[in-house]
């Protein structure tokens, strides 16, 4: 499982040009699904979304998680994350999950961040979005729970 990390001053996403998710200060997660993730990678992905140091404390360092600030998180499921480039110019997908596993696990994220007192908006699995937000920083973190990743 992949996540792009944004930290934002503000963001939303709207479908047919219709906002179904916005946020004020927090961070945005672009979320890929990966064949044969499991809890484990949704567990560990949903950690360091919600223990992330990347705010900023009263001394200017990047010190405090989204829970920390009161920040709200937009997730948005974007299989394009997965795309491997190394070869040729056409980004190969074949690691992204199908889309049956890839929702489930996009639905369980957003609920599950939920629970744990989160205030979080999200995007419309499978649709065409556009996504709107103002990188604060900027400051953006990729995190895998695919160990090869790196």
């Known amino acids: 499982m992949r996540a792009v990390i944004q ?26 699904v990966e ?11 949903k950690r360091k979304i919600l223990n992330l ?13 989204v829970r920390e600030v009161t920040g709200a998180i937009l997730v948005v499921s974007q299989f394009t994350v997965h795309g ?14 199908p889309a049956e596993q890839a929702r489930a696990a996009y639905e369980r994220l ?23 937000l103002t990188n604060d920083g900027p400051v953006t973190i990729i995190v895998d729970s695919n160990k090869n990743f790196y």
């Open 110 to 132: 957003v609920s599950e961040l939920r629970q744990e007192g989160a205030q979080v908006a999200s995007g419309v699995f499978q649709a065409m979005m556009k996504v709107t």
């Open 53 to 65: 140091r990347v705010f900023d404390d009263g001394e200017g360092r990047m010190n405090l998680s």
């Open 7 to 32: 930290r934002v001053d503000q963001a939303s996403v709207a479908v047919d040009g219709r906002t179904v998710g916005a946020i004020a200060k927090g961070l945005v997660v672009l979320l890929g």
């Open 84 to 97: 491997d480039a190394r070869h040729g110019n056409r980004p190969d997908y074949t690691r992204a999950a």
């Open 35 to 45: 064949s044969g993730d499991a809890d484990s990678d949704l567990q560990f992905i």
